[in-house]
């Protein structure tokens, strides 16, 4: 079993190739990438030691994203299923709608330290997609978007806010036709224009540089939620901490604060889409996108196709630090079919007022099903990572409604 | 047979040209086509490369991937890539064979058990485009143990001290991409450019073989022939997309083109 080290941040805990427990990561990638990766690397280093851009940072977290996200008790759901305390921290109420806010705004901050001009960024449910264009346009950068047709399609409304920010979308046709094949040519790209363009990776997945700055950028979720804790309980109380996983950006920046304590103390729960669950049905370690992962493929070691309503958990891969995670026995992970994560919306958006998208929507289906278990005194917390308004449509034709 | 890529330059050296290498997907579009069109062009190669299809390859172009997709769409397996490399050097023992592809299509089969594999059936070298130094150190020294040359890329973003390591590590054969791109896009430089940075990487150690690839035509390749050695993949491959839509006999056109290449450099 692989051990985790107590004070340094999960992000840190490679060796110098880049592996997490000598299993997990690496820099998988053509010759060609790899000085660019070395300078962002080394930018990055520096930047989140540098005041200046950690107060710049700030700054746009608080007066472009809105600052901090809500923190309340769900009290109709914790009445109706009569266990656990239900809580949710709202992040879907940032503006950009979702965690990946933060990933684009750092990354769009990265660009223009970097001097590049460009930036390109792969999106599956379009919410990084969406939040890149977005920052973009505010930084002044060119912005292009790479984005499986079938992902176009079914995340419509998403896919207009980018072009209306200015974004060029440029559809993947190969494959799937979703974020696997997405962020294949986005990474294509990016090896022929590694010059001039940043590349903005969609999750926590890539070579290690990339997976350490979604990471870092999202963490702001958990210093939020432990400050929020404090001030509701005057401690951080015993929790379980649960959050949907499609490559593991939201979970991790969700996580992050609470790593070093005791899983009896705080437990984190990951839920994967079911037909897209290499970390809760055993995959074995492939190497995809630049990185070694718990991954779903065939007997040949070809990438498997998976299936999930949800755009953005249809996925092979997995954070690398999502397999870290497993290994070392700091999280556990289970998984949520297409039937269950709509049954949990259905349930949620009769007994309160949050709308959550399709990927919470797997949260809270794990929520639903654990906390008549528990006690009163158990605090469950939901990580409500998304707004369901782009999904508006699939729900409609699944429900043959959308909630007010 | 040993050293069998170094004779090969060996040979196109005496005759004052650089090797022709080409490169085209094993299984493209079947595993007996894929082998016809190799023993088809041998004869005017030096050295043959044949690609390990993968479905996620992030370094090759559009001409590759079809080529890649189309292979995998015949059911094509590690272990038949294997037996048609043993059919290949049953006939042409002399004519040295590459194996390029992904690391996740070793990794998968084991790197020990792929190895083996390669040596037994006849595999002259590998190239695997995602394990890049030094990452690849170890993997490179499995290799040699087994008498497998893995050759090392350089790429125009590699910094002369990087370059110098990867010399120091590299076997009989370097790879240097020719332009910031994936597989199979147009020239961002100037042939000259091309080989002025041919030039630095030569400088370092003259010893070493240096082929230059990406992006390599029939209008390019004359310009590029002071390298020790040149290859041509996409324009091949997409060579078999164009014969397999007109429904004409992929093995004629693409045996026609590298008869072309080879004319132009001799």
Not at chain 1, 74 to 91: F, H, M, P, S
Not at chain 1, 142 to 170: L, W
Not at chain 1, 270 to 288: D, F, M, Q, R, W
Request: aromatic share 8%; with cysteine.
């Amino acid at each position: 079993m692989i051990k985790l080290k107590k004070k340094i941040p999960l992000i840190d805990q490679h060796d110098k190739f880049g592996f997490y427990g000598n299993k997990f990561g690496g820099n998988y990638c053509a010759e060609t990438m790899r000085k660019p990766i070395e300078d962002l690397s080394k930018l990055f280093e520096k930047l989140r030691k540098d005041r200046k851009f950690l107060k710049k940072r700030d700054h746009y977290f608080k007066h472009y994203l809105g600052g901090e996200t809500p923190f309340f008790k769900l009290e109709n759901l914790t009445r109706y299923l009569g266990g656990a305390q239900i809580w949710c921290k709202d992040v879907s109420a940032i503006n950009g709608d979702a965690h990946k806010a933060y990933h684009a705004t750092v990354n769009a901050l990265i660009c223009k330290e970097s001097g590049k001009r460009y930036i390109a960024g792969d999106t599956g449910a379009g919410m990084f997609g969406k939040n890149l264009a977005m920052a973009a346009k505010k930084m002044n950068l060119k912005c292009k978007i790479f984005m499986g047709t079938k992902d176009i399609s079914r995340q419509a409304p998403n896919v207009k806010f980018m072009r209306d920010a200015g974004a060029e979308v440029v559809p993947v046709d190969s494959g799937s036709k979703t974020l696997v094949d997405a962020v294949s040519e986005c990474m294509r790209h990016y090896v022929s224009n590694c010059d001039n363009t940043h590349l903005a990776v969609g999750s926590a997945i890539g070579c290690n540089i990339f997976l350490k700055i979604c990471a870092w950028s999202t963490s702001q979720i958990s210093r939020e939620l432990k400050k929020q804790l404090i001030k509701e309980f005057g401690e951080i109380p015993k929790l379980k901490l649960i959050n949907v996983i499609g490559g593991g950006s939201s979970a991790l920046g969700f996580w992050n604060e609470f790593i070093d304590y005791d899983k009896k103390h705080v437990e984190l729960i990951g839920v994967e889409a079911k037909y897209a669950a290499p970390l809760s049905t055993n995959a074995k370690v492939a190497i995809l996108h630049g990185a070694a992962q718990y991954c779903l493929t065939d007997k040949e070691g070809q990438i498997a196709e998976t299936h999930s309503l949800s755009a953005g958990l249809d996925y092979p891969g997995s954070s690398p630090l999502h397999g870290l995670l497993k290994d070392s026995g700091r999280a556990r992970y289970t998984n949520a079919s297409d039937k269950e994560a709509l049954a949990a919306f259905k349930l949620i958006t009769k007994l309160e007022d949050i709308r959550p998208s399709l990927e919470p929507a797997h949260a809270w289906s794990e929520c639903i099903r654990l906390a008549p278990k528990l006690k009163k005194s158990d605090v469950l917390v939901v990580n409500n990572c998304g707004k369901g308004y782009k999904d508006k449509k699939i729900y409609i034709e699944q429900l043959g409604y959308y909630p007010k | 047979m040993k050293n069998s890529i170094n004779n090969a330059f060996k040979i196109a050296k005496s005759e004052n040209r650089p090797a022709l290498i080409s490169y085209t997907v094993c299984g493209d579009n079947t595993k007996d086509k894929s082998l016809q069109i190799l023993n088809s062009i041998s004869k005017d190669l030096d050295i043959a490369e044949w690609g390990i299809p993968h479905n996620c390859p992030t370094a090759d172009g559009k001409d590759i991937q079809n080529s890649s997709y189309r292979a995998l769409q015949n059911g094509i397996r590690l272990n038949d890539i294997f037996s048609l490399v043993k059919k290949f050097k049953k006939t042409k023992p002399s004519k040295p064979i590459i194996l390029m592809g992904y690391y996740q299509m070793i990794f998968n089969f084991g790197e020990k058990k792929f190895v083996q594999k390669c040596k037994a059936s006849g595999v002259d070298g590998l190239i695997i485009v995602d394990l890049s130094f030094p990452d690849n150190k170890n993997f490179a020294k499995l290799c040699k143990k087994n008498s497998i040359c893995f050759v090392q890329l350089i790429a125009p973003t590699t910094t002369v001290k990087r370059m110098k390591e990867i010399i120091k590590s590299s076997h009989e054969m370097i790879y240097m991409i020719s332009t910031i791109s994936t597989t199979g896009s147009v020239l961002k430089y100037s042939t000259k450019r091309i080989i002025k940075n041919f030039n630095v990487i030569k400088k370092i150690k003259p010893s070493k073989n240096v082929v230059i690839g990406f992006g390599i035509t029939e209008k390019t390749i004359s310009n590029l022939r002071s390298a020790d050695g040149l290859v041509v993949g996409s324009a091949i491959c997409r060579e078999i997309t164009r014969s397999l839509k007109d429904r004409q006999n992929p093995v004629t056109n693409v045996s026609k083109l590298v008869r072309k290449l080879k004319n132009k450099i001799i």
